[in-house]
Nanobody, 124 residues
Framework: QVQLVESGGGLVQAGGSLRLSCAASGRTFSSYAMGWFRQAPGKEREFVAAIRPDSSSTGYADSVKGRFTVSRDNAKNTVYLQMNSLKPEDTAVYYC?????????????????WGQGTQVTVSS
């Protein structure tokens, strides 16, 4: 069982930055691929970014590529999402997720554990 707790959300002006963190419980964090997803009001959940267990590969949605960076620190059981040049359309609840796999997926159904989410609001 893995428990995930996100933090770092908040209110920021367009063009600003935020760094989200996701702390995981358990001793096997380094064997999980980790993903970030988001869900805006009235919209479906969408993939944002993901990273392999050993950080050897990352993936991004086209809408955030070049602005967001996903990273992880396996010694701290934590995955991060650095968000720069934020836009109002980035406003959503952001979730981290863990998959028992050496490969990340862009599909939410591939993930086994989810955090409770953290709200990110970008004002124009």
């Amino acid at each position: 069982q893995v428990q995930l707790v996100e933090s770092g959300g908040g209110l920021v002006q367009a063009g600003g930055s935020l760094r989200l963190s996701c702390a995981a419980s358990g001793r096997t964090f380094s064997s999980y691929a980790m993903g970030w997803f988001r869900q805006a009001p009235g919209k479906e959940r969408e993939f944002v970014a993901a990273i392999r267990p050993d950080s050897s590969s990352t993936g991004y949605a086209d809408s955030v590529k070049g602005r967001f960076t996903v990273s992880r620190d396996n010694a701290k059981n934590t995955v991060y999402l650095q968000m720069n040049s934020l836009k109002p359309e980035d406003t959503a609840v952001y979730y981290c997720a863990a998959a028992r796999s050496p490969y990340f997926s862009r599909l939410g159904i591939s993930y086994d554990y989810w955090g409770q989410g953290t709200q990110v609001t970008v004002s124009s």
